[in-house]
């Protein structure tokens, strides 16, 4: 049996560009730029898993200038400096290929390709299977009945795989021929100039008639055009050359051999620690290391007791404590357990020996018994169900992680830690496993894990404070989204009162509605069909029909809500079906998902805000997205109706801000223009249609209005010429010379948003009025969208996150002047720009006056902040 030999040659130029450029700019926390090294070693791993060499060798271009250049001067001439971002990246890819046991090589004066097609050669004669692979397609040249060469498509590990028969088969050439094709049509990639006027196609058909650059040279007279010919006869020394410079060397004087290129696998361990080094977290579990961290049986072994009866001298100040529940909806999933670790030891208390215990439930509710946590809210609140009190929370890790870079998500302690160096405990995952192999661990193990955490989050807590002061952010950490974890908790485990009833008649009156709706597009269709099947609705719209086909799909017609827009003023029955969409929406999602969640023994929702997830600092909700019902239709309204006071006799207050963005951005641009708009209490809309448009107040249309308003709100979530026009139905140049005329009549504007970008770009993050951070790393991007979308990142973040800052800020000032007047009125949800309480109505007069001004005053601005207010039975009466 014949001994198998294969030989992989990569150009290692070639692929570190292609990933470099298909992957956005990443980086890990120390700053260095990554994206260009994981995209090769995922291009790497693939090689490997899919080739299974047994001989390996990555070559390099040794400098700029090669043998060619003695040619011709200009070759490559035009090319672009390496981006530095890249250059940096170099390094770590030559250290990878070290960590994998992988050859490389790079010779003065010859190219990667040199180098690549001399060991082919070489191999193909001794009887090596030689795989090729490359960016660039100048190599497939190089194609044999022995040798395949890979050249990378879109992405960076999808490939084309080129063989004599490929080649023929796409442009009707040899291999060999691709370097005629080039000789005549040139590459401007490299700088090579052909001959002009001679493209691919006119290259490959006098190709097929001539056979090679020489030969045509030779038969000018029968080229067919004049033009042609007399190019070919002017350039005909330029396309020998051409020719010449687009010609793999087979023979440079390369020292390497084949046998030194033996690949046996690579080490393990390098690669790991080059993996976790970088943040490679995806590629160290594609190598079965559980997201960074080794096997638990690898860690350091703990000495954790598992506590029978706790005492009070185990209970002591500062403790690190975890209050362990499985599961997003922590309203629901029961507690596993409890860990605690402090000075006196690393303890395991089984959940009914702490619920059970008045010594844990005395210390948990100390408020001068500090505790370190990983989640504060989740704690509170997962405790307050078993009839505990959790006070005294002083340090919450999660929080602190999450402010220090918003952009990374944490979604357990393993994952924080692993970021600061600790490895010390093991993702959930890999503990209790996920999907259908979810269960609980034995108790051993499960104590264990429980300690680990409770000890990462003490040995967090120094690293993420120091981090905290470092950023100048120690301030927001602890005056504001600490003490906003405990409101916010607050919040959840009280819930909000749902009418059931009101919900289920509004269910009921919405499917009568699809009903009607489903009746009438029938009728205009003139037969029934299934409106929810797009391609039943396709076949309707576009063939029965007869209406302009926008875009098609690999399964037909398109039908989505974009295209449907669209055609809206095409047909009658288009505005049907998007109102039979809205409405069914509205019945499935919202009054539907509602009922699922409202507890059918208080009637009442416990939403999940999101306060550790996105990355302007705003509050989310969870089960049910509060935040997400739909206003514009007065039937999406109207669920509101549904959301009660909990006690009779009580009424719904809500209070919003009124356009706090709009405030935000006078303050943070200085705008003369927006400031004295502001300060004269003017409409904004009208007051920017004005200087738009150089009209006077009462000149002022609706549509000029509403032009202004799209901009207004353009600007603080930036916006595009694209954007505005598609808001506005104009064309993009009209859009864009709107935004000209906006930023001309507000040039304070116009100087932040250009000086926002700069600053950024110099730092690498924007910041709010209140120090939170946005971390921008697509602001170098050679991609012009993923460029073009951090900018516009970059104007709004410090808008949208003061905003959110000034919201959070007031919430904590309104618990605090509840508390001081001891009031009843609760605060029950923050959606947006609004706070929403319940109260007894005696109280509504004394929250009349005191929430908009709290509210006002919760930052001090260049401009006033103002609040509107209103009451009434239910939250869609409060408006």
């Not at 040794?62 to 090319?79: D, L, W």
């Not at 959930?428 to 264990?448: I, S, T």
């Not at 827009?565 to 049907?576: M, R």
């Not at 009922?595 to 999101?610: A, P």
Request: glycine share 6%; proline share 4%; aromatic share 8%.
């Amino acid at each position: 049996m014949t001994e198998r030999k294969k030989l992989v040659l990569v150009d290692g130029n070639s692929l570190a560009y292609r990933a470099f450029f298909a992957l956005p700019l990443l980086s890990n926390e120390k700053g260095i730029h990554t994206n260009a090294v994981y995209g090769f070693a995922m291009i790497l791993m693939k090689m490997l898993e899919d080739e299974k060499p047994t001989h390996m060798l990555v070559a390099f271009d040794a400098g700029k200038t090669t043998f060619r250049h003695s040619t011709f001067k200009e070759y490559k001439g035009g090319r672009q400096k390496t981006p530095p971002e890249l250059s940096e990246q170099m390094p770590f890819i030559r250290e990878l290929l070290d960590a994998y046991n992988i050859s490389r090589y790079e010779l003065p004066e010859y190219e990667a390709d040199d180098i690549i097609g001399t060991l082919a050669v070489s191999a193909e004669k001794d009887g090596f299977e030689v795989k090729v692979f490359s960016g660039d397609k100048d190599l497939t040249q190089l194609a044999t009945g022995k040798t395949t060469v890979a050249i990378t498509r879109k992405g960076i590990t999808d490939v084309e795989d080129y063989t004599p028969e490929h080649v023929e088969e796409k442009y009707g050439l040899t291999p060999l021929q691709i370097i005629d094709m080039k000789g005549l049509m040139g590459d401007s990639s490299d700088n090579i100039p052909g001959v002009p006027g001679v493209g691919e196609k006119t290259a490959i058909k006098l190709l097929k008639q001539f056979h090679s650059v020489e030969k045509l040279l030779d038969s000018i007279d029968e080229v067919s055009g004049k033009k042609l010919k007399e190019k070919l006869g002017e350039y005909k020394e330029q396309a020998l050359m051409s020719k010449e410079l687009a010609t793999i060397m087979t023979n440079a004087p390369i020292e390497v051999k084949l046998e030194d290129l033996d690949y046996q696998g690579f080490d393990r361990e390098q690669v790991v620690a080059i993996f976790k080094d970088l943040g490679f977290n995806t590629l160290l579990e594609r190598l079965g290391e559980e997201s960074g961290e080794t096997a638990e049986e690898d860690f350091e072994d703990i000495d954790v007791e598992t506590v029978e009866e706790i005492t009070e001298d185990m209970l002591v100040s500062p403790s690190a404590l975890v209050v362990e529940q499985i599961g997003d909806n922590y309203h629901e999933e029961p507690i596993l357990g409890f860990s605690i670790v402090n000075e006196t030891g690393l303890y395991y208390i089984p959940k009914e020996t702490a619920i059970q215990s008045e010594a844990f439930k005395s210390w948990a509710e100390d408020e001068s018994k500090k505790k370190w946590v990983f989640d504060s809210k989740r704690s509170v609140v997962a405790l307050r169900w078993q009839g505990i009190e959790l006070k005294g929370t002083e340090f919450d890790a999660l929080l602190a992680a999450y402010i220090i870079n918003p952009g990374n998500s944490y979604d357990d302690v393993a994952s924080v830690a692993k970021e600061y160096g600790l490895n010390i405990v093991s993702k959930d995952e890999a503990v209790y496993g996920k999907g259908a192999k979810h269960a609980v661990p034995a108790e051993k193990e499960l104590a264990d894990h429980l300690a680990r955490k409770a000890a990462a989050v003490n040995s967090l807590r120094d690293k993420l404070l120091h981090a905290l002061k470092e950023n100048n952010q120690l301030e927001l950490y602890e005056d504001l989204e600490l003490p906003l974890a405990l409101i916010l908790g607050e919040m959840e485990s009280m819930g909000v009162k749902v009418d059931v009833e009101r919900l289920k008649r509004m269910g009921e009156e919405l499917r009568a509605k699809l009903k009607e709706y489903e009746e009438k597009i029938h009728d205009i269709a003139g037969e029934p069909f299934n409106i929810n099947s797009p391609k039943q609705l396709g076949v309707i719209l576009f063939d029965k029909l007869g209406l302009p086909v926008v875009k098609k799909t690999k399964t037909g017609y398109s039908t989505s809500a974009d295209v449907l827009e669209k055609l809206a003023d095409k047909h009658d029955i288009v505005a049907y079906i998007l109102q039979y969409r809205q409405i069914g929406k509205l019945q499935s999602t919202y009054i539907e998902g509602l009922l699922k969640v409202t507890r059918k023994d208080s009637h009442k929702v416990h939403t999940r805000f999101n306060q550790a997830l996105t990355q302007t600092g705003r509050l989310s909700s969870t089960d049910p997205n509060l935040q997400n019902i739909p206003i514009r239709l007065e039937e999406g309204r109207k669920i509101r109706q549904a959301f009660v006071p909990s006690e009779p006799d009580w009424l719904i207050f809500a209070a919003d801000y009124s356009q706090i963005e709009l405030r935000v951005l006078a303050h943070i641009s200085k705008d003369e223009n927006l400031i004295e708009a502001f300060t004269n209490d003017m409409d904004i809309h009208t007051k920017t249609a004005m200087d738009v448009f150089h009209v006077s107040e009462d000149e002022v249309t609706q549509a000029m209005r509403r032009q202004a308003k799209a901009v207004n709100f353009g600007i603080v979530y930036g916006i595009s010429d694209y954007g505005l026009s598609q808001n506005l139905g104009i064309t993009r140049k009209e859009a864009g010379a709107f935004i000209d005329r906006y930023l001309e009549s507000f040039p304070g504007v116009k100087a932040y948003m250009e000086e926002s970008v700069q600053e950024a770009k110099q730092k690498g993050y924007v910041t709010t009025l209140m120090q939170r951070r946005r971390y921008i790393p697509e602001l170098t991007s050679r991609n012009f969208n993923l460029r073009s979308f951090a900018e516009r990142t970059a104007m709004n973040t410090p808008i949208q996150g003061s905003a959110a800052d000034i919201i959070k800020k007031a919430m904590i000032d309104m618990a605090a002047e509840l508390k001081e007047k001891n009031l009843k009125a609760r605060l029950l949800l923050q959606v947006h720009d609004e706070l929403i309480f319940e109260a007894p109505k005696e109280e509504i007069k004394i929250l009349e006056k005191l929430v908009p001004e709290v509210m006002e005053h919760a930052l001090d601005l260049d401009v006033p902040l103002k609040a509107d207010y209103a009451s009434g039975p239910s939250w869609y009466d409060a408006k």
